[in-house]
């Protein structure tokens, strides 16, 4: 009897952290993620369509509207669904998107000609990386959100710091370790696992989020 007693008083606690550790992790899994794919999916392409300066500026517009459009639907989502809902609908969308995997090209969308070359560059990346892209810049500030509404005494800014690290070593480890040790298929594959841990991590938080409603879970009063 004190035996289980003991172990409802510390199920919180062990909660708390269990969703701390997995929004942590699904935050810098998915800033590394965002910032990786950008060099992966255009350099395959880059022989599609001539490998000219315009295949990069396509790209790079591409991933920027997509990065806007992953905050419009954190905000969305958060603005106008309980929170029960936002995990119901994110995590539906995050696990269609293991349809996607790996990021390799169809040679069918390949051009068979110069035409209207920048529509197409974007055709390709839509439906390719589109949704995944998408989600993956939601990431960040869904899960400050979802953070501060379960654990109110938390601060949840220390996630951003965690994306901004996610990034920077996406940054840096692409031309000094992805690069030169793997091929453009390896970094596929490789990114499609990075991907697969990124929705494991987001399946576990959901789960806590899920049976604990609306209920926040308990804080540790340092904050």
Known sequence: MEESRCNAEKAP????????A????ATLLS???VFQIQPVISKM??????????VWTSCMMFFQVMLLGG???AYSINRFLSLRNQVIVHMVLVASCLLFL???PNEAWKPLDGNQPTWRILSVLLAHVGLPYLLLSATAPLLQA???AKLPGKIPY???ALSNAGSLFALLSFPFLIEPLMDSSMQAYAWAAGFVAFTLFCFGMAVILVRTKDDPLIADSDG
Do not use: E, K, N, V
């Open 31 to 33: 800033a590394f993620l």
């Open 158 to 160: 220390r996630l951003y």
């Open 146 to 148: 979802w953070y501060a």
């Open 45 to 54: 392409i880059l022989p599609w369509f001539g490998g000219g300066p315009a």
């Open 13 to 20: 606690g062990s909660t708390t952290a269990q969703f701390t």
């Open 102 to 104: 790996p990021i390799i």
């Open 22 to 25: 997995c929004c942590a992790l």
């Open 71 to 73: 905050y419009a639907y």
